[in-house]
Nanobody, 115 residues
Framework: QVQVVESGGGLVQPGGSLRLSCSIS????????MSWHRQAPGKEREFVAG???????NYGDSVKGRFAISRDHAMKTTYLQMQSLKPEDTAVYYC?????????WGQGTQVTVSS
């Protein structure tokens, strides 16, 4: 059973930084694509950042220049480095991975940006 687990969320002040992690377990296969999405209260889930194996990272317009996605060589773990955080970045952040054509989502980690 594939499991996708996010960690690293929390409360941070505006202008601060956080690093989220997402790890895959239960699969002998690596992911071919990994991405981060977020959902704020009352809003639809939106794309934040993503990258495919061998591809360049891409970002949502609202986070370009502030967030950076990275991954380990084995495509088993992905990270989201978030800087210059704003109150509007407050949301539950979800990790999505694609393994052999099937997508798996994590349960999400809460990020709250507030003074």
């Amino acid at each position: 059973q594939v499991q996708v687990v996010e960690s690293g969320g929390g409360l941070v002040q505006p202008g601060g930084s956080l690093r989220l992690s997402c790890s895959i377990s239960g699969s002998i296969y690596s992911a071919t694509a990994m991405s981060w999405h977020r959902q704020a209260p009352g809003k639809e889930r939106e794309f934040v950042a993503g990258m495919a194996s061998g591809g360049m990272p891409n970002y949502g317009d609202s986070v370009k220049g502030r967030f950076a996605i990275s991954r380990d060589h084995a495509m088993k773990t992905t990270y989201l480095q978030m800087q210059s955080l704003k109150p509007e970045d407050t949301a539950v952040y979800y990790c999505k991975v694609r393994i052999r054509g099937t997508e798996f989502w994590g349960q999400g980690t809460q990020v709250t940006v507030s003074s």
